[in-house]
């Protein structure tokens, strides 16, 4: 399986900042990748797909980037809304599909 | 839009068979376009893709369930469900039923349900 690696697990910030959140491949997954959000007792909500297209309807302040093993999902100006656990997931391999451990996002 | 609403126990004891159904509202299983698929996510931990299916009835599963798992499709319903056998403590989790968006290798998921939570035990 394509192991999936997000950092930091947990990331503090304060509204109005700019967040970045790392998802390292165990192999090369090209741009096949998601980001969803996940509130708590909710289910998740696909944000990105192929690592930088933004789903219709997501803020434009969500961005993601990157190719190979390396991504980023980057929000630029944290609104209240916004914190929530981020989740990638991988679908280069039709085998299975694999998400990262997620990363929680709190309030500072 | 695109719902989804899974239903079935919330309880099954450990050794039994777990069977939970999907609804979809809005959208059908018998589109070309897309596959179905559960997903569970025990409590506090990551998310694990379980299997999925085709309109045609083709499925795809986890090699890590495969011996334990069926998904089957009933088309005059609209629903897809899941069946997971000789269930331990460990398949404790909410369990998501979803739509999957087909990419060139794989699938991304658009469209999820609110989840339900199945406990095994005794």
């Known amino acids: 399986d394509i192991q999936m690696t997000q950092s930091p697990s947990t990331v503090s910030a304060s509204v109005g900042d700019r967040v970045t959140i790392s998802c390292r491949a165990s192999?090369?997954?090209?741009?096949?990748l998601a980001w969803y959000q996940q509130k708590p007792g909710k289910a998740p909500k696909l944000l990105i797909y192929?690592?930088?297209s933004l789903k219709s309807g997501v803020p434009s302040r969500f961005s993601g980037s990157g190719s190979g093993t390396e991504f980023t999902l980057t929000i630029s100006s944290l609104q209240p809304d916004d914190f929530a656990t981020y989740y990638c997931q991988q679908y280069y391999s039709d085998l299975v599909y694999t998400f990262g451990q997620g990363t929680k996002l709190e309030i500072k | 839009q695109v719902q989804l609403q899974e239903s079935g126990p919330g309880l099954v004891r450990p050794s039994q068979s777990l069977s939970l159904t999907c609804t979809v509202s809005g959208g059908s299983v018998s589109d070309p376009g897309y596959y179905w698929s559960w997903i569970r996510q025990p409590a506090g931990r990551e998310l694990e893709w379980l299997g999925r299916i085709y309109a045609s009835g083709s499925t795809k599963y986890n090699p890590s369930l495969k011996s334990r798992l069926t998904i089957s499709l009933d088309t005059s319903k609209n629903q897809f469900s899941l069946n997971l056998s000789s269930v331990t403590a460990v398949d404790t989790a909410i369990y998501y039923c979803?739509?999957?968006?087909?990419?060139?290798?794989?699938?991304?998921?658009?469209?999820w349900g609110q989840g339900t939570l199945v406990t095994v035990s005794s």
């Open positions: 979803v739509r999957d968006q087909p990419a060139i290798f794989g699938d991304y998921f658009d469209y």
């Open positions: 192929k690592a930088s």
């Open positions: 192999q090369s997954i090209s741009t096949w």
